[in-house]
């Protein structure tokens, strides 16, 4: 079922709080899809999801070169996607918001030098919750 990004139910986003590991889908340079799990956050005031990484993996490099992107997560019957344009975030206070919403939701990530973040601007919206 199709959601309004900009008035998920609060159902929704609770579910989208709890700890539970979503699935990430960029597009390589050829056109295939890649697809790894991975720890997000979803901002519900600016509609962004923020994905933490390092700069040479492989979902910084597509994300570099822009598109589009999906993250889901699935809980038994509950599952939401969520997807739009994604960007690759190297400036220091954005990656350090992504961290902090990481450390927030899972744990605090180990240090890196090369640490980078994507970010998805959430158009569409997918679920049940």
């Given at each position: 079922?199709?959601?309004?990004?900009?008035?998920?139910?609060?159902?929704?986003?609770?579910?989208?709080?709890?700890?539970?590991?979503?699935?990430?889908?960029?597009?390589?340079?050829?056109?295939?899809?890649?697809?790894?799990?991975?720890g997000?956050?979803?901002?519900?005031?600016?509609?962004?999801?923020?994905?933490?990484?390092?700069?040479?993996?492989?979902?910084?490099?597509?994300?570099?070169?822009?598109?589009?992107?999906?993250?889901?997560?699935?809980?038994?019957?509950?599952?939401?996607?969520?997807?739009?344009?994604?960007?690759?975030?190297?400036?220091?206070?954005?990656?350090?918001?992504?961290?902090s919403a990481?450390?927030a939701?899972?744990?605090?990530?180990?240090?890196?030098?090369?640490?980078?973040?994507?970010?998805?601007?959430?158009?569409?919206?997918?679920?049940?919750?």
């Amino acid at each position: 079922m199709a959601h309004d990004p900009n008035n998920l139910s609060d159902e929704m986003l609770a579910f989208l709080r709890e700890r539970h590991l979503g699935n990430l889908t960029t597009m390589r340079a050829d056109g295939s899809l890649h697809m790894c799990a991975v720890g997000f956050m979803y901002d519900p005031d600016d509609h962004i999801v923020r994905v933490i990484t390092w700069a040479t993996s492989q979902k910084a490099r597509n994300a570099a070169r822009g598109g589009r992107a999906a993250v889901g997560q699935v809980d038994g019957g509950r599952w939401l996607s969520m997807e739009g344009p994604v960007r690759l975030v190297s400036d220091p206070e954005r990656t350090a918001l992504a961290v902090s919403a990481y450390a927030a939701r899972y744990r605090e990530p180990k240090q890196r030098l090369d640490r980078v973040a994507l970010e998805i601007s959430v158009e569409h919206v997918l679920g049940r919750s």
